[in-house]
């Protein structure tokens, strides 16, 4: 085990070398109107299909090149149904990564000098060969199993299967207990299917929609804010639930300012009224569900006045709001939302939605909850992997017992001796993901890494967590490489193709390369069985019955052969894949396990004296803090404010646009001072910030220090003892008007 | 014909995707912009109201810009669309003082820049980048003079505003309310 601390290093000392080569490129056209009218009309811009990786969406589009080769802008595939030829702002600002002069630019290996860590630059061969043997050594004296990857994003599948070559099956994403594990999991013991992503709600026919704090719009998840748009044009009902006066919340018929941390109670106060003002579907719970008369029983006394003492919303707009979700049933969708890991209790609520949507009707439903169609995409043949001796699962035999993915955490927690189980991670392989904006608690993930005998970093962009590894390998961005085939869920069955617009720019990477390099100097050479992925594609496309030489022209295509059927037919029998077979209002596996069988609403703590309840969320042109940096989007938004209710910023007398210092109950101070943001749009009783800011790598040059990190004060974690989500919610801040630390003497 | 283009802030998100469209499809240097997004709020918690609006060059009618350009750089265009002529631009300035709109900006290559309506794009029969790329669709564009356009259809089925009618420039970007 390695006993020396390991030091932060900041990148720019290796670095810097590389800087000065594209600071012309974005003024390109600038000033040369006419040249670029000749060039389109002559035909001598070319385009490249891609699909966009600034976020999950995912949607397809096109990479515009102009004569020098000289990458120009990025717009929608108008045959796409993630964006129907519209990106949002990340996407059309994603040619921002592709010229941002602070990408990681050569592989860098951590090395001793004097007696201080430091990066030095190396070739790839010298970073795989470091790699291969520290790998190797974690093996044989630990097993292949104690190495683990985290990943987010397209090429996350290519080390996932060099992770399961290599021996391990630990293989995990922050997006399931950080983010929308506790909605899959509630929807899964539910309705026995997940929600998936892209959202199978059909919002466009939905005549009512209610969003419980999910703040579509300010979250450009594209095709869902069109529909959504488009609906209301045809003037559907929008109910939102929100502390915080957000931007759909003033698109909202009704908008329900609830205090928060107390939606459950909301959500059974909904219950209550459906069952006992007899609205709910009573034919489709009839032939579709079981446990209903639990449900009626368990909430008899959750009557509106009761919620009311707990939500601060009115009786009157409870039932109101009930009325107008009967009255559009089953086109009406209670939105399961996206990140929902906020109190611990995230799987029970994700449960009442589910059940809220149960007696709607609205699942299997035009205007409610659709059947998405997927295209299989055959696996280029490749030998059996290996069975893996121990997963993460041993570690944790009574915990997160009905989690259906990977714990991030519990495997961060499990790379730290001695921290409720035993050590049982040597070993991280990092793709896309900067754990410390993306894990809560970034004190113990800077434990977890202290510990570990191998961090490698996979990134585009040198972002905090490089500086903690001990490789860091440059992946080129999505527009200078090819990637697997998207297929995600959608109404109709699609592909789409992601090719190179350019060559990769410095000493990058695409990220399948990288793996398949990695394999073979690790002699697992043999699971990456083509020459490329041009190869691979093109075998791909063609059992699909397309060519990547179509694709390329197209970009998208549509594959009928794989649709199903959209909504349940009338009186239609359906067998749910539950253990019942029904719809399950009362789950006996959640009973057996020692969880509540219908949800129950539990109080949550509050914030004491002078502190506010930490809100945070997106703004639509940044996705986490992978945009941080991008010089398009900071020209955009440049850093996140805090906003404040004006009767608590007149109490502590701090005015519009000061910078403060946030503290939070732990004692943390936030590592910048954050601009405020006196605002009428936010409760009294919390603060609000946008997420992915207050970056601490100096190498950013762009973002450094400005802004706060939300991550940095969330260091109270409500832990879903059912699926192991990390509630984040439960912080409270408090302002700091002078920077801390600072001495007068006089 | 006259071009004109109608911004429904009912629908508007207020995501900048407008900003950065133009800022890609013209080369607009970054740290500039033709178009911007304002958000006003009125109210107190919890009676809010948020107008979310997509901002720049009105192209109007009686467009003080052109009137006020010693040079003639700032013109108008067929179908009332105000332009600037790069070369004849001699960078003073009048015009971005005589703008009740603050629409103008100085290029750092020493000439005034402005919205374009894409002209380059709408001669050749496309929509301007910010109405192709806006998610919400809350942006119609088109020809007045046509009933049929898009702009014009909107204008006949809702209300609609003006900024700063008072100027008297008879501005050409209309704000669906």
Same mark, same amino acid.
């Given at each position: 085990m390695k006993t020396s601390r390991r030091e932060f290093i900041k990148i720019s000392s290796a670095g810097a070398a590389g800087l000065a080569i594209t600071g012309s490129a974005l003024k390109l056209f600038a000033g040369k109107d006419k040249e670029l009218e000749k060039l389109l009309k002559s035909g001598e811009v070319k385009r490249y299909p891609t699909y966009c990786e600034i976020c999950f969406w995912k949607c397809a589009g096109w990479t515009y090149v102009n004569k020098e080769g000289k990458i120009w802008k990025v717009v929608g595939n108008e045959e796409d149904p993630h964006c129907n030829g519209r990106l949002c702002p990340r996407g059309t600002g994603g040619i921002g990564s592709y010229y941002d002069e602070d990408r990681l630019k050569k592989p860098l290996i951590r090395v001793s000098k004097n007696g201080k860590q430091e990066f030095r630059e190396a070739t790839w061969d010298e970073a795989f060969e470091v790699i291969a043997s520290k790998m190797k050594k974690i093996a044989a004296e630990h097993g292949p199993e104690c190495i683990a990857l985290f990943n987010h994003g397209t090429g996350g599948k290519y080390f996932t299967t060099l992770m399961k070559a290599f021996g391990s099956g630990n293989i995990t994403a922050p997006s399931f207990a950080q983010c929308r594990g506790p909605r899959e999991v509630g929807f899964n013991y539910t309705f026995g299917e997940t929600v998936e992503s892209p959202e199978r709600t059909d919002i466009i026919n939905a005549r009512c929609m209610v969003l419980i704090g999910s703040h579509l719009g300010e979250n450009m998840h594209n095709s869902q804010v069109q529909e959504m748009s488009d609906a209301i044009d045809r003037g559907i009902t929008l109910i939102t639930v929100d502390p915080r006066y957000s931007t759909v919340a003033s698109k909202s018929k009704f908008w329900l300012p609830i205090k928060p941390a107390t939606d459950l109670a909301l959500l059974l106060a909904w219950i209550h009224v459906l069952i006992y003002d007899e609205l709910y579907d009573k034919e489709y719970i009839a032939r579709y569900a079981t446990g209903f008369e639990e449900l009626k029983e368990h909430v008899k006394d959750m009557t509106p006045e009761w919620a009311y003492g707990i939500t601060t919303i009115k009786p009157d707009i409870i039932r109101k709001t009930a009325y107008e979700m009967a009255n559009a049933k089953p086109s009406v969708i209670v939105h399961p939302g996206r990140h929902v890991t906020w109190y611990g209790d995230d799987t029970q609520r994700s449960r009442a939605i589910a059940i809220l949507n149960a007696l709607l009707g609205s699942w299997g439903r035009k205007g409610g909850f659709y059947h998405p169609s997927k295209v299989s995409v055959p696996d280029f043949p490749h030998p059996e992997f290996p069975q893996p001796k121990r997963t993460w699962r041993d570690v944790y035999p009574d915990k997160y017992l009905l989690a259906d993915e990977v714990v991030s955490t519990g495997i961060c927690d499990a790379s730290? *001796?001695?921290?409720?189980?035993?050590?049982?991670? +040597?070993?991280w392989i990092v793709y896309a993901t900067n754990l410390l904006a993306a894990l809560p608690d970034q004190r113990k993930t800077i434990e977890a890494i202290n510990n570990l005998d191998l961090l490698v970093v996979i990134d585009t962009m040198p972002a905090e967590l490089a500086g903690y590894a001990d490789v860091v390998l440059p992946e080129c961005t999505y527009l200078e490489r090819y990637d697997i085939l998207r297929n995600s869920p959608m109404k109709e069955a699609y592909i789409a193709l992601r090719m190179p617009a350019a060559e990769p720019m410095y000493d990058s990477k695409p990220g399948w390369w990288i793996a398949k390099q990695l394999a073979e100097k690790l002699g697992l050479g043999e699971y990456f069985p083509y020459k490329d992925m041009e190869e691979m594609l093109d075998w791909q496309l063609k059992q699909l019955g397309s060519s990547l030489e179509e694709m390329k022209k197209i970009g998208v295509k549509k594959l009928p052969q794989f649709n199903s059927k959209l909504y349940f037919e009338e009186n239609e029998d359906v067998e749910f894949n539950t253990p019942s077979g029904k719809i399950e209002l009362y789950s006996q596996v959640f009973a057996d396990h020692g969880f509540d069988p219908i949800p129950v609403y539990q109080p949550h703590p509050e914030p004491p004296e002078g502190y506010y309840r930490l809100n945070y969320g997106r703004a639509p042109m940044h996705t986490f803090s992978r945009t941080a940096n991008n010089p398009n989007l900071t020209d955009l938004m440049d850093e996140n404010t805090l906003w404040v209710n004006p009767r608590v910023a007149s109490e502590w007398g701090i005015e519009n646009g000061q910078y403060i210092w946030i503290k939070n109950q732990d004692g943390v101070v936030s590592s910048f001072p954050i601009k405020v943001r006196i605002t009428e749009?936010? %409760?009294?009783d919390s603060v609000f910030m946008v997420h992915g800011f207050g970056q601490t790598n100096k190498y950013y040059t762009r973002s450094y220090g400005r802004g706060a990190s939300d991550t940095q004060m969330i260091t109270n974690i409500m832990e879903d003892k059912i699926m192991g989500g990390t509630g984040m919610r439960g912080n409270f801040v408090t302002f700091l008007t002078? +920077? *801390?630390g600072k001495e007068v003497v006089s | 014909m006259r071009y004109a283009m109608a911004i429904d802030t009912k629908k508007?998100?207020?995501?900048s995707d407008c900003v950065v469209a133009c800022q890609t499809e013209n080369n607009? *240097?970054?740290?500039?912009? %033709?178009d911007w997004v304002v958000e006003v709020m009125n109210g107190t918690y919890p009676q809010l109201e948020i107008e979310i609006r997509s901002e720049r060059c009105n192209h109007c009618d009686n467009s003080p810009c052109v009137r006020c350009c010693p040079t003639g750089a700032s013109h108008i265009e067929e179908g009332g669309i105000v332009l600037v002529t790069h070369h004849r631009c001699?960078?003073?300035?009048a015009c971005i003082s005589s703008c009740p709109y603050d629409a103008r900006y100085s290029h750092p290559d020493g000439y005034v820049d402005k919205c374009t309506f894409c002209h380059h794009r709408v001669v050749k029969g496309e929509q301007p980048a910010c109405v192709a790329v806006c998610p919400t669709k809350c942006m119609y564009f088109g020809d007045l003079d046509d009933a049929n356009s898009d702009v014009s259809k909107i204008l006949k089925l809702r209300k609609y505003k003006t900024l700063a009618p008072e100027a008297g420039t008879k501005p050409q970007i209309y704000y669906l309310i």
């Open positions: 730290i *001796p001695g921290l409720g189980s035993a050590c049982n991670f +040597k070993g749009r936010i %409760r009294w002078e +920077k *801390p | 508007c998100v207020g995501c607009v *240097p970054i740290g500039y912009c %033709r001699i960078g003073c300035g």
